[in-house]
């Protein structure tokens, strides 16, 4: 059993919704990186959740920057700390948006130039801060404010970007599964080099559930198969527990795509392209940690 | 049709009206019911456009830009960071002489994020060559965006359009909305240099110091041969609709001692604090500045002039006082109010014109006895 | 002019009330605009609305400083947020439901909005429809025409239900 430190670093006073996995997942992030961190944050949910001047409910320095640049911004700040032989954790948390969209180019620079940093991505598959608009990660035939009937297009697949860079670590996470996050990311800051994390980050108002939900919709995601949780490390992947027992029995998809408001109305050919999608990724997992490929 | 709309929603309301052909936009709080209303429109087939969400304000613009060189109409909406970001390809859009309509929710800029009312990011695209018109109504904002096509597309200007209101205080109020019918308002685009396979041209090669300038003079000169096109499209749309505009918004300002001089929301609510200073036998009229760029001939001799920039230009003033000083000879009260979305009341205009100090510039909230 | 603000939960439908008092008031021939408080708004987290009514156009943008009437979507609001904050002397308050409060000597009215729509149904997302049977409220207090409101709110929602359960808080509110 994982033994979770007790110090907490993110306060009460968050602006967070009720039933937001970013508040979750920063908790035990923090829990895991400790007060020697800095928090490199571009525009995303979290840069309200954090509080309105003059408060802040992250007891770390946390570093706001315009929505492109966080991954450059934070290779100058890892490149100084290490300059000065500072081992002071630099972690980018990032949304969806600001990770596949706005951000990719500064994130695959800092990933090629192998700036020593830990990227979290916290994916709730929209533009959240503005009020839920499409951004590459929404799935297909998700309702978002952009895309009324549905996106026609798929989510924009990060993991397999970031892994054409080879880090030397990366790993996807999920709010629903707190210890198993606090062990990657702990994993990750032991390593030098670039390291990302893709944690899937259920949202009431997004994705139109009962707040109180989230943790279940976290748990439905991996269940059906629909999210894996994986980890790849010196280019060796390993599926994590959870993730491989829905590979044995998967949940049907219905289970989780049902009670979520955004895929009211999902035409049986998107609900298909989903399951293929997840179905030919987790394959290829699979396969890769098998050996074969 | 009298309904009622938000000014973002006006601006969608129009845009629907309009047709483009192409629209590629980015979300970025206070714009971004813009985008969702036309997404709307565009899902339930009620706007026949390819509506292309970019990843980015950089590749906003320039997808904007790639339509627009084929010949086809084209629209985005951004605001403050969203607009800096596209900096570069809407100096490109001015030069290439495409005749884009954007939108621009005026909102300040960060550190720290501030999402409310400021117009030092539109300000900052000044000399790009783009026109620029502030609206401070809900119809304003419709029928300023209409008229926006019209006055780009025209051939003595063929120079992009923004239209900028302002973040949440117009973006978001609910007032009345007049819709028309268009008719044949906006005649179809014609672009002389589109792109065409038949007759193929380079676009914007290397361009050498004997040559350069000329392309850039030739901005200019279409910058001022605006003017005559925004008062003949002013006139026909008045013509046809009842409502005209101007270059400025002028209030009680025929026989005024003082004018106070002011963009946006800022410059209606003037209107207020001229009411009040009237009753109290003060002279004062309140003159709103629509066009930014091409800048307008200013009445302002021999009356006092009490400007208000919800904008800085740091180690230089107000831009709007500049302008005034520069332009009109006068030697303006400058007033530095609003920015972040300070909120600055008739009560608080009134006070600046009353203990207005030729030739010094104040900051509310900071200078004391402003 | 007369100034009005409404406080609500994100959610409740706050701001489309205001949306709707001004639509009515515009189907009564006069001036009105609305527009919401935006700070960092979430959903659950305390929201005000504003609406402004004149006989003439309405030039003023800033903050309303000194409401004429509050209006009251979710009381549980009064725990965290002084909602008679401003309220000119002879101002009104508007409750949905009553609840012990003091009201600090304001003439406070109440109707139970939350029950009225839960009567007929009008729920969204599990959450009852206030904004239709408020202006229900607002029309018995004078603020704009019962004809209006209900016009309304059939241009604004197509279900049935809103204009009845505004005329059930027209019912209901007792002066």
């Known amino acids: ?148 009937g549905g996106k026609p297009d798929t989510k924009k697949d990060i993991d397999r970007i970031v892994e054409a860079h080879d880090p030397p670590y990366m790993a996807t996470a999920c709010s629903a599964y707190p210890h198993d996050l606090f062990k990657k990311v702990t994993k990750a800051l032991s390593i030098r080099g670039p ?57 049907p998809v219905e289970e989780y795509l049902g009670p979520q408001g955004r895929f009211k109305g999902i035409s049986r050919e998107a609900v298909d392209a989903l399951v293929s999608l997840a179905r030919r990724n987790a394959k290829r997992l699979s396969l890769e940690e098998e050996g074969v490929c | 049709m009298l309904t009622i709309a938000t000014g973002n929603k006006a601006v969608a309301a129009a845009v629907k009206q309009v047709s483009p052909e192409v629209i590629a936009a980015y979300p970025i709080t206070p714009q971004t019911e813009i985008v969702e209303q036309i997404a709307e429109y565009v899902t339930n087939g009620e706007l026949k456009s390819q509506y292309i969400p970019v990843e980015s304000e950089h590749s906003a613009m320039a997808a904007c830009i790639g339509a627009s060189i084929t010949g086809a109409r084209t629209f985005t909406a951004t605001s403050s960071h969203g607009l800096l970001y596209m900096h570069e390809m809407v100096n490109w859009a001015a030069g290439g002489r495409l005749p884009i309509v954007m939108a621009n929710v005026n909102r300040a800029l960060g550190p720290g994020w501030n999402i409310w009312a400021e117009h030092t990011d539109s300000m900052q695209e000044r000399d790009t060559g783009w026109l620029q018109v502030y609206v401070s109504t809900v119809q304003e904002a419709y029928d300023t965006t209409l008229m926006a096509f019209r006055i780009a597309e025209h051939n003595d200007v063929l120079l992009p359009v923004m239209v900028n209101l302002d973040g949440f205080s117009l973006s978001h109020i609910n007032q009345s909305l007049e819709t028309v019918d268009l008719g044949d308002f906006i005649p179809p685009l014609r672009l002389p240099h589109a792109i065409d396979v038949k007759n193929p041209r380079g676009y914007g090669p290397l361009t050498g ?88 001939k200013l009445d302002l001799k021999g009356r006092d002039v009490v400007v208000i920039d919800r904008d800085y230009s740091f180690g230089y003033g107000g831009i709007l006082a500049d302008a005034v000083r520069s332009k009109c000879r006068a030697d303006p009260y400058s007033v530095i109010a609003g920015l972040g979305g300070q909120e600055v009341t008739y009560d608080d205009i009134a006070g600046f014109i009353r203990g207005r100090r030729p030739g010094e510039e104040s900051w509310f909230g900071v200078t004391p006895d402003v | 002019m007369y100034e009005i603000r409404i406080h609500s939960r994100g959610g409740q439908g706050g701001v489309t009330a205001a949306k709707l008092l001004a639509l009515a008031a515009f189907r009564d021939h006069k001036y009105a605009t609305a527009f919401p408080f935006y700070g960092a708004e979430r959903r659950g987290a305390p929201v005000v609305s504003f609406v402004r009514i004149d006989e003439s156009p309405i030039r003023v943008y800033s903050q309303i400083k000194k409401p004429d009437l509050i209006v009251v979507l979710d009381n549980s609001i009064m725990d965290v947020v002084d909602v008679l904050h401003g309220l000119r002397p002879g101002g009104k308050v508007l409750l949905n439901g009553t609840l012990p409060h003091d009201m600090k000597g304001f003439q406070t009215l109440s109707v139970d909005l939350t029950t009225i729509a839960l009567r007929l149904n009008l729920v969204v997302a599990g959450s009852p429809i206030l904004n239709t049977p408020v202006i229900g409220a607002l029309a018995k207090m004078g603020i704009v025409s019962m004809d209006s409101a209900k016009s309304a709110i059939s241009e604004m929602f197509s279900d049935d239900r809103n204009v009845k359960a505004a005329e059930a808080a027209f019912q209901e509110l007792v002066l």
């Open chain 1, 195 to 251: 390291k990302f994390i893709h944690v899937l980050a259920p949202c009431p108002p997004g994705w139109r559930y009962p707040t109180e939900q989230t943790v279940e919709m976290g748990k439905l995601a991996v269940k059906t198969g629909m999210w894996v949780l994986f980890e790849r490390e010196y280019g060796k992947v390993t599926i994590n527990g959870p993730s491989r027992a829905a590979m044995i029995k998967p949940l």
């Open chain 2, 209 to 296: 110091p004997e040559d350069y300038f000329k392309f850039r003079w030739d901005i200019e000169r279409s910058m001022r041969d605006s003017v005559k096109v925004v008062e003949s499209t002013e006139k026909e749309f008045f013509r046809r609709f009842g409502r005209s505009y101007g270059f400025t918004d002028d209030y009680q300002c025929e026989d005024a001692d003082v004018v106070v001089v002011s963009m946006g929301t800022l410059g209606k609510e003037a209107e207020v604090s001229i009411d009040l200073l009237r009753k109290e036998g003060i002279k004062a009229g309140s003159m709103r500045i629509r066009w930014l760029r091409p800048f307008p």
């Open chain 1, 1 to 148: 059993m994982t033994e979770i430190p007790k110090e907490e670093y993110l306060f009460k006073c968050t602006s967070a919704c009720a039933g937001c996995s970013s508040s979750l997942v920063l908790r035990y992030v923090l829990k895991a990186a400790g007060p020697d961190t800095v928090l490199v944050m571009p525009a995303c949910c979290t840069s309200v959740i954090q509080g309105i001047y003059p408060n802040t409910a992250m007891n770390v320095p946390v570093y706001n920057v315009a929505f492109a640049a966080a991954a450059a911004c934070a290779s100058g700040m890892s490149a100084s700390f290490r300059a000065a032989k500072k081992s002071t954790n630099v972690i980018v948390y990032a949304g969806d948006g600001g990770t596949v969209d706005i951000g990719i180019q500064a994130l695959s620079g800092a990933f090629e130039r192998r700036t020593d940093f830990l990227y979290i991505c916290y994916d709730n598959e929209a533009y959240g801060n503005t009020g839920m608009q499409r951004s590459g990660a929404t799935p297909t035939g998700a309702r978002t404010t952009t895309t009324p």
